[in-house]
């Protein structure tokens, strides 16, 4: 009997899946304002002293991966316009090879919002947030980021707030010159949030566990 039992239990294994656990978390957390760094441009906005610059960051995913279902940025109250005004924009999630991107920014757009988040440190801030997403992660280095389509009004455009946390470099697109590292050992400020999966029963698993019922 025992002889039987031992290889239907190696054999389940090999159908243990994945799920998101229930409850979005913190996956990452860089927030912390650099008062004294550059803005960083991140805004699809062309028009009166608009710019077109797509900016992400350097992301770490653990052991274990992530489901990705919300991304927030902040930005410097310039334009008040952004508030309640930002309806979408591109969001950016590719693997990093490289010291920097090498995938021209593009794809379809996502719903996105902007609200009032401050003061914070002192400071006005506005958070630009994507939610609503299902991008599934395994463990390794990443460039992610969000870009508004915002509009530019007579102040230009909100720059992204720098971090003064982690010290990776932010990477930037600004059509039509390449990807580049034009803010120094600055990295942007973004949260990542969503779930940590967790492995779950597959049916063939409940199958072979009523074999010893």
Do not use: H
């Not at 031992?6 to 978390?25: C, E, Y």
């Not at 990705?68 to 930002?86: H, M």
């Not at 992660?137 to 003064?164: D, F, H």
């Amino acid at each position: 009997m025992t002889r039987s039992v031992k290889p239907l239990v190696a054999l389940a294994v090999l159908f243990l899946g994945l799920a998101p656990a229930a409850g979005a978390v913190v996956l990452w957390d860089q927030t912390t304002l650099d008062l004294a760094g550059p803005g960083i441009a991140n805004c699809n906005a062309p028009g009166f002293n608009g710019v077109i610059a797509y900016s992400v960051n350097d992301v770490t995913v653990p052991a274990g991966g992530w489901v990705i279902t919300k991304i927030t940025q902040y930005y410097g109250q310039f334009n008040l316009s952004w508030v309640g005004g930002i309806t979408q924009g591109l969001v950016y999630v590719q693997p990093k090879t490289g010291a920097l991107p090498t995938v021209i920014p593009g794809g379809a757009l996502q719903p996105m919002s902007g609200a009032f988040a401050g003061p914070i440190q002192g400071q006005p801030v506005i958070a630009v947030t994507a939610s609503g997403l299902n991008i599934a992660l395994t463990p390794g280095e990443y460039w992610v980021g969000i870009t508004p389509n915002a509009s530019a009004g007579i102040n230009g455009v909100n720059l992204q707030w720098p971090t003064a946390m982690l010290g990776n470099r932010v990477a930037t697109y600004s059509s039509p010159n390449p990807w580049a590292n034009l803010y120094g050992d600055y990295d942007g400020t973004i949260k990542i949030e969503g779930d940590l999966p967790v492995p779950v029963e597959s049916s063939t698993w409940g199958d072979i566990k009523s074999l010893y019922n």
